[in-house]
Each structure stands twice: as C-alpha cells, then as structure tokens.
C-alpha cells in the first residue's frame, strides 16, 4: 500500500466547475509535489512545496492553484479548466536533503473535463 | 530538450529472459539515477536507484549497470516474469545549488510486456 493517499482516485468535471484534489502523506517528509501524467508519457511537475512553502512552479496555468495547508497535506485547486488538462494527476513527497531522486508517489487522480 | 534518453519505446520479451532498458544523459552534474517501475492504474514507484561513483548495484533480479565516460545506464531484469509487465522510466536528478531540494528528469519510458 502507499503511503501517499490521494483523493478523489477519479473525478469528471465541466469546464466551469470548480473542484479540488487532496492528497496526504504521514512519512515526515517536508516536500511535496504535484505531477500531471499524460497518456504514454512520463510525469510532467507542477509544483514543489518545501517545508509548506512553495518553491517551484514550472509555469503551470493559474487554472491550477497548489495549496499546502500543512506538513502532511497538499491540494490542488481546479478551476476553468480545459480539456486538454484531462490526465493523471500525481501527488509526491520527499525529504529534504535526503536523494534528490527518490520521490513516493500516489496512486494518482484520474481527471477528466469535459 | 530532453535531459534523459530512454529506448527503447516498447518491449516484449519471453518469460524467463533477460529484459535491458537503456537510458542516456549529458548532464554530468546529475548525482542520483532512480528507476522507476508503474503499473497501469498505479503511481510510478521507486525501483532502483545508483550514484554516478557505482558502477553497478543489484537488488534481486533487477540490476543498474552505469557507465559514468559514456553518460549511459541501463536496466536489466532477469528472469523476466508476467508480473514485471510495466512500464519502466529512467531518470536523473541535480540538486539545486544552495537548496536541499533536487530536480528530477524523467525518460520517455519503456513498456515491458512478458509473454508467459
């Protein structure tokens, strides 16, 4: 079983709706991040929050909004989205300073937007 | 530009062969290369991993063979099983500089099927 949790595992939405993607982690680690994975393809990073605060966002559409409540949880706010953003999104964490490479992912939301 | 080559695209091979997955990169200042496993459905999971001052390291059947002159590592997978149908990324990560937070690149990935 991992030990990153993501929810919802699969959600539908209008282009004009708004929804959320949560995911939680109970390792200690102090980084998180989001991935969106195409079809085919490997993932692609969103966002990287180190120790709650944001540190990376690889110029994602301001359609997607990271949010770090705390430690252990991070979500993904969805608004206005295309359906081209249909795909499977990753949530990840690390320790800071441990390998730089070795990330634990999710199972991973399936979005679909119509 | 792709960081991390990866061939090749698809892979078939018959139970109880060997599978390798090749995978290459320019970045000499890439210090820690993972492999990662996923299933359809699934996250990708951490497979395996090397330091660029190993050159090789072996976990059951899955063995990193790296080669720091030419930027080249690869997989190999021994007695392929049914269950290692997968698909396989390679990738490679750099710390930025002053942080403790590091940068991973991902292949293209490999999907291995394993005819019973």
């Known amino acids: 079983d991992t030990e990153v949790t993501q929810t919802p595992k699969h959600l539908v939405m209008g282009m004009t709706n708004k929804k959320s993607l949560k995911c939680e982690q109970h390792m200690g680690h102090r980084a998180m991040y989001w991935y969106k994975q195409k079809a085919k393809k490997p993932p692609e990073l969103m966002f990287v929050y180190s120790y709650e605060k944001l540190s990376i966002n690889e110029s994602v559409p301001s359609r997607f909004s990271p949010e770090c409540p705390n430690s252990s949880l991070l979500n993904l706010h969805l608004h206005a989205l295309q359906p081209e953003d249909s795909a499977l999104y990753l949530c990840?964490?690390?320790?800071?300073?441990?390998?730089?490479?070795?990330?634990?992912f999710g199972e991973g939301s399936r979005l679909t937007v119509l | 530009q792709q960081q991390v080559k990866q061939s090749p695209q698809s892979l078939i091979v018959q139970k109880g062969g060997i599978s390798i997955i090749n995978c290459a990169y320019e970045?000499?200042?890439?210090?820690?290369f993972p492999w990662y496993q996923q299933f359809p459905g699934k996250g990708p999971a951490l497979l395996i991993a090397i330091r660029p001052d190993v050159s090789e390291k072996k976990e059951g059947r899955f063995t990193i063979s790296f080669n720091k002159s030419a930027k080249q590592f690869s997989l190999h997978i021994m007695d392929s099983q049914p269950g290692d149908s997968a698909t396989y990324f390679c990738a490679a990560s750099i710390r930025h500089r002053g942080s403790t937070l590091g940068r991973l690149y991902f292949g293209r990935g490999t999907q291995l099927t394993v005819w019973p």
């Open positions: 970045n000499t200042a890439f210090d820690y």
């Open positions: 990840a964490s690390s320790q800071p300073g441990g390998s730089t490479g070795e990330l634990f």
